[in-house]
């Protein structure tokens, strides 16, 4: 099969699709990868080490769309990509249509066959091509919060671990899963005092087992919240429930009882925030103030680090593009029930539920378009 690795063309998106490894693991089972000129450069990956893999550097996108079988890529096409794009040709990458119209009807009318990172499921029901970028951004949500509180950065002047004979800041971590683990660990290595409040007790009790000793849980409800408020230094919010805007965990109101220079960095801002006065923000411009509580809204974090997150989503892309190049999308996805879950289009009809319901479009179930 013919592969193709485009530069990402979104602003401040810095990662790329492959890694010179993945590249490498491709051409071995006797597959061509065409990558385009300095298309991983931002992510450190120079044109010479995809050549020494094994890729073929092109310098016009368009044949690389032109030529290849599957295109794989980080962020959704852009207007100018799915002109590229051709029937039957599979794109792999995240597209997130149910959040956007526009890219939906274009993406219907190119007739190419749209396979999205999001909804590709493990036999767990996990999101194996979500978590990665979760765990990056949990890792930096702790990173971000302890730069903030410093005081050339308009923070309280507190040392997240803090020092022997001064006590360490505090930190409450809203959400348990995937981004508040990896943030809460973080924060806990750093030697902050830690609380993780999630809803799942279940939940509460793994991480209680297997967290260090500088973190405690709580449940999560707006008295418990409440009651921590004044002696939070740091608040993360990471927040999910499926399919739905975030829970408005704290409000406006709320943000009185944090002390002045006090940070918050709501990761969950990609679904509306779980803190009210959120709004999403760029690596340009990362925080704003509201009553005295820098907030750190950042939609795309793992956008900062993209070495990292180009080789952790590698990692976890490259066993199904694999599965694509040597069976064919159609053999692949019928082999693998979680992975025929990542179908959203096919030849112009909708396979995925919740995008048809998004837009009111007509659903055809995966099972019955791919033969
Ligand atoms: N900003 C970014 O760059 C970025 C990157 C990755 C993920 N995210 C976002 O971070 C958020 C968390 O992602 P995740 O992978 O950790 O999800 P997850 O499903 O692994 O964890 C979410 C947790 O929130 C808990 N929860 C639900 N309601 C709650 C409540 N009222 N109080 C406390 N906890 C509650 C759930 O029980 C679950 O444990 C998502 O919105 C995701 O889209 C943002």
Request: aromatic share 6%.
């Amino acid at each position: 099969m013919i592969i193709g690795v485009p530069r990402e063309i979104k602003t401040n998106e810095n990662r790329v699709s492959m890694t010179p490894g993945g590249v490498e693991a491709l051409v071995a089972r006797g597959h061509s990868v065409l990558v385009e000129h300095d298309g991983g450069l931002n992510s450190g990956f120079t044109n010479d080490a995809y050549k020494n893999a094994g890729a073929t550097i092109l310098n016009q996108v368009s044949e690389i769309w032109a030529k290849s079988d599957m295109i794989v890529k980080v962020k959704e096409p852009q207007p100018v990509e799915i002109k590229m794009s051709k029937p039957g040709q599979t794109v792999f990458t995240y597209f997130h249509f149910a959040a956007a119209r526009d890219l939906t009807l274009d993406f219907i009318a190119s007739k190419a066959t749209a396979i999205a990172y999001e909804t590709v499921q493990d036999k767990h029901g996990t999101l194996p091509l979500l978590t990665p970028m979760s765990e990056v951004a949990g890792r930096m949500a702790a990173q971000e919060g302890a730069k903030y509180l410093e005081h050339r950065m308009g923070g309280r002047g507190v040392l997240l671990g803090g020092v022997p004979g001064v006590k360490p800041a505090v930190a409450l971590v809203l959400g348990g899963g995937i981004v508040g683990t990896n943030a809460a660990k973080i924060a806990a290595g750093l030697g902050a005092q830690v609380i993780m409040m999630d809803v799942n007790l279940n939940r509460l009790r793994d991480l209680d087992d297997f967290m260090p000793k500088n973190v405690m849980t709580m449940y999560s409800s707006a008295s418990n919240i409440k009651e921590l408020l004044p002696q939070v230094d740091l608040l993360i919010g990471a927040v999910l429930i499926p399919g739905a805007k975030a829970p408005n965990l704290v409000t406006r109101e709320m943000l009185k009882l944090m002390r002045k220079g006090s940070v918050i960095v709501d990761v969950a801002v990609d679904q509306g925030g779980c803190v009210e006065t959120c709004h999403p923000t760029t690596h340009e411009n990362p925080t704003y103030e509201v009553e005295g509580v820098i907030h750190y809204c950042v939609a795309n974090m793992p956008g900062a680090v993209p070495y990292t997150s180009t080789i952790a989503l590698t990692n976890a892309t490259l066993p199904y593009v694999i599965k694509i190049a040597d069976m064919g999308p159609v053999k692949a996805l019928q082999s693998d029930p979680g992975f025929m879950l990542g179908l959203n289009m096919v030849d112009g009809k909708v396979t995925c539920k919740a995008v048809s319901e998004a837009f009111d479009l007509d659903y055809s179930p995966a099972a019955s378009v791919l033969t």
